[in-house]
């Protein structure tokens, strides 16, 4: 979670930063070593976990930091790796020392052996790649070693080019035969001239990598690298800004970007779409995904496109992002291993889009409510007003307005957000209580609780969950399980992210600032647990119906990464279970039995057994014939999965009346946005469920009602 627990507490770390240097002096010329000096500080000072700066940390950081400086092993030969161990065991003590001598020379042998790199590659691709050669290549780097030699290194380079123009040849030459058959007096190139095209995209390719992107690296960039690269030894969710990211980081804080609209991170060596925001350009295209993998970017006025495989988030962004109105063509990888080109239009995105938005529904003569809430929003200069907790108490009062029996609380894909906000949200489904447990380090735990005695909803509840819901969405889930207030309905486990992070202006650390800016610090601060004691860190939420999903065979969660913080458990809060309804687990076991019948339920784990299949296939033939017949096989067999995209529940959902107020003089395409939405529910199987659930919670909570009255 990124953003503060609680306003005071970025107030209190600059009080800290602020008392720390009235006796610790920052004042070293170099601002490299300026830098370092003050990260370690902090990050012994402030971490809430801090990790020693011994032997064991300089083992692991000089493989981490060699696998992120060279991960597709086509610099460095093994002759330079020996060279650098010798610096193995000694990181730890040149960091307290702030020697840089470490960087300074794996950066000269990098930058030696990236000049090298592009003579390399422009010699292979000055010559035809064959592609009747029975040869395959490993797109997992971390089953090969650095090569020994020159001819190592010319061998690795050529199978990974011939990977790159091998996909170019073959959308080329389907391309001419579909010219061909649309008009038969079509004269179709040569396979040399298509093999030449393909081959020389490539090398466009490559240049634009290394000459617009590669050379132009400051070695404040390269130091960049470094920096961040300490940092997250200490756990995944701490990581340095530098300058130009931090600006970045500043303009999505503020609520507006200008491109087409969907979060990408960089995973392993390729970016991956991770969430689409609803209302921009890529959502409104249909044709983005998320999950997809985007491979090149073309701009309207350019003929080749650039491969961004390997590199930097913050780079390709910005080949990706681009002023209003001009279009940008996208090469993605789909889950299913199929390759897609597809050009959006870039525009002003409104994080707005992102805001809570509610749904009436009928079934069975009764009218649901399902209200899909993408993050926890705030704003913490005008937190009254802008703040998730108080958009979604609002839409349940249009749903009760509406007659609502009962409520869906989607948080799929909720990467989290504010905790007073969703110790806020907490509260409007129980009288009071408390929600969740703070704990930072050497310090008692801090309970914060829900004061408001007022209950916005009391009737039946299901909240929805996947592997990417967490942080707040975990701490939300979590403390509705634990008062049995809602019955969890999704992926074995949410994301486990169980930690609160600060960003810190690293400018703020200096009495007098010479140096230049700085960047800041995302610094990992405390941890979070559930009030029945347990944590959510690596474990998550477990759903009370566990049902597959997209994601359930891929690794995705905090246990996946590197430098997780453990699990750990405290005593638990006070608090009082809720006691509205008998036969939760008789509800429970009722959906367990529909959903492990149910066909649609199947297929989706099916089609997720099949997607962690193909990602395991990392050997790709580079024989012409083979790939083709590869590829072909993909596109059939992701077919059986086509029942998938068809099925519909026939359920009918509706806006709100005070929403439908709003279409005449909306100008945000809102309609269009809800008209949308609502197909896509009537297509979800996990929705479908969870008005089941209400149904079954529905029909025994009067009666549950009528029981407590006449005991009182």
Same mark, same amino acid.
């Given at each position: 979670m990124k953003r503060n627990y609680k306003a005071m507490l970025l107030v209190l770390l600059l009080a800290f930063a602020s008392c720390s240097f009235t006796t610790k002096k920052f004042d070293n010329p170099d601002k490299d070593k300026l830098l370092i000096q003050i990260i370690t500080f902090v990050l012994?000072?402030?971490?809430?976990?801090?990790?020693?700066?011994?032997?064991?940390?300089?083992?692991?950081?000089?493989?981490?930091?060699?696998?992120?400086?060279?991960?597709?092993?086509?610099?460095?030969?093994?002759?330079?790796?020996?060279?650098?161990?010798?610096?193995?065991?000694?990181?730890?003590?040149?960091?307290?020392?702030?020697?840089?001598?470490?960087?300074?020379?794996?950066?000269?042998?990098?930058?030696?052996?990236?000049?090298?790199?592009?003579e390399i590659y422009k010699s292979v691709l000055a010559e035809p790649f064959d592609y009747s050669i029975k040869e395959s290549y490993d797109t997992d780097t971390e089953k090969v070693g650095f090569p020994k030699n020159k001819k190592e290194m010319y061998d690795r380079?050529?199978?990974q080019l011939k990977f790159s123009s091998i996909s170019n040849y073959v959308d080329i030459k389907t391309e001419e035969k579909q010219k061909k058959e649309k008009d038969a007096s079509y004269t179709m190139k040569t396979d040399a001239e298509i093999e030449k095209e393909a081959r020389e995209a490539t090398l466009k390719s490559l240049n634009i990598i290394f000459e617009d992107y590669i050379d132009d690296q400051t070695r404040e960039d390269w130091f960049a690298i470094y920096v961040n690269t300490i940092v997250e030894e200490f756990d995944p969710h701490t990581y340095y800004l530098a300058p130009k990211n931090k600006e970045d980081f500043d303009q999505r804080m503020s609520g507006k970007l200008e491109g087409i609209g969907a979060r990408l991170q960089k995973r392993m060596d390729y970016i991956k779409v991770v969430e689409l925001i609803s209302g921009g350009p890529a959502w409104k295209g249909e044709e983005l995904?998320?999950?997809?993998?985007?491979?090149?970017?073309?701009?309207?006025?350019?003929?080749?496109?650039?491969?961004?495989?390997?590199?930097?988030?913050?780079?390709?962004?910005?080949?990706?992002?681009?002023?209003?109105?001009?279009?940008?063509?996208?090469?993605?990888k789909k889950v299913d291993g199929t390759i897609k080109d597809i050009t959006i239009t870039r525009d002003i995105v409104e994080i707005l889009d992102t805001y809570a938005k509610a749904s009436v529904v009928e079934k069975d003569g009764k009218k649901f409510g399902v209200i899909n809430l993408p993050a926890f929003y705030v704003d913490f200069q005008d937190y009254k007003n802008i703040n998730a907790a108080k958009d979604v108490k609002a839409e349940i009062e249009h749903l009760k307005a509406e007659g609502m029996e009962g409520l869906v609380l989607d948080l799929r894909n909720n990467g989290g957000g504010s905790l007073p906000t969703v110790v806020d949200m907490a509260g409007l489904f129980i009288k009071d209580g408390p929600i969740v447990q703070v704990r930072s380090t050497g310090e008692?735990?801090?309970?914060?609780?829900?004061?408001?005695?007022?209950?916005?909803?009391?009737?039946?509840?299901?909240?929805?969950?996947?592997?990417?819901?967490?942080?707040?969405?975990?701490?939300?889930?979590?403390?509705?399980?634990?008062?049995?207030?809602?019955?969890?309905?999704?992926?074995?486990?949410?994301?486990?992210?169980?930690?609160?992070?600060?960003?810190?202006?690293?400018?703020?650390?200096?009495?007098?600032?010479?140096a230049g800016d700085l960047g800041a610090l995302a610094l990992t601060t405390q941890k979070y647990y559930r009030i029945n004691g347990g944590s959510v860190q690596l474990e998550g939420v477990k759903s009370d119906v566990t049902v597959p999903g997209r994601f359930s065979y891929i690794n995705v969660g905090e246990k996946d990464k590197d430098n997780p913080l453990p699990w750990d458990e405290i005593d638990p809060a006070i608090y009082t279970p809720w006691d509205h309804y008998f036969d939760y687990d008789t509800t429970v076991a009722k959906s367990k039995a529909r959903m492990s019948n149910n066909e649609q339920i199947k297929l989706i784990d099916e089609n997720a057994k099949w997607v962690k299949n193909k990602i395991d296939e990392t050997v790709?033939?580079? *024989?012409?014939?083979? !790939?083709?017949?590869?590829? %072909?096989?993909?596109?059939? #067999?992701?077919?059986?999965? =086509?029942?998938?995209?068809?099925?519909?529940? *026939?359920?009918?959902? !509706?806006?709100?009346?005070? %929403?439908?107020?709003?279409? #005449?003089?909306?100008?945000? =395409?809102?309609k269009e946005k809800r008209e949308r939405w609502h197909k896509s529910l009537t297509k979800d199987v996990y929705i479908e469920e969870a008005l089941n659930v209400l149904e079954d919670l529905k029909t025994a909570y009067p009666i549950k009602k009528v029981a407590s009255a006449v005991k009182e």
């Open positions: 012994e000072q402030g971490h809430f976990d801090p990790i020693q700066f011994d032997d064991e940390f300089s083992e692991d950081f000089f493989e981490d930091y060699i696998a992120v400086t060279d991960p597709f092993k086509r610099y460095f030969y093994q002759s330079d790796i020996n060279e650098f161990e010798k610096f193995k065991l000694t990181i730890d003590d040149q960091l307290k020392a702030t020697d840089i001598t470490f960087f300074n020379v794996v950066n000269q042998r990098t930058l030696q052996r990236i000049a090298e790199a592009k380079w050529r199978k995904e998320v999950e997809d993998v985007i491979l090149k970017v073309k701009q309207e006025d350019e003929e080749t496109p650039v491969d961004i495989v390997g590199m930097r988030i913050n780079d390709a962004i910005n080949y990706i992002k681009g002023p209003k109105g001009t279009k940008v063509t996208l090469t993605v008692a735990k801090e309970v914060l609780k829900d004061r408001d005695k007022s209950i916005s909803w009391d009737g039946p509840l299901v909240i929805l969950v996947n592997e990417i819901s967490a942080s707040a969405s975990e701490i939300m889930s979590a403390a509705m399980q634990d008062y049995k207030r809602a019955i969890i309905i999704g992926s074995k486990q949410t994301y486990g992210k169980g930690t609160v992070q600060n960003v810190m202006n690293l400018n703020n650390m200096l009495r007098n600032n010479n790709v033939s580079l *024989n012409y014939d083979e !790939y083709v017949k590869q590829n %072909e096989e993909n596109e059939a #067999e992701s077919k059986q999965f =086509d029942a998938i995209d068809d099925y519909t529940s *026939n359920l009918k959902f !509706y806006s709100t009346t005070y %929403e439908k107020s709003l279409f #005449e003089t909306d100008s945000t =395409d809102l």
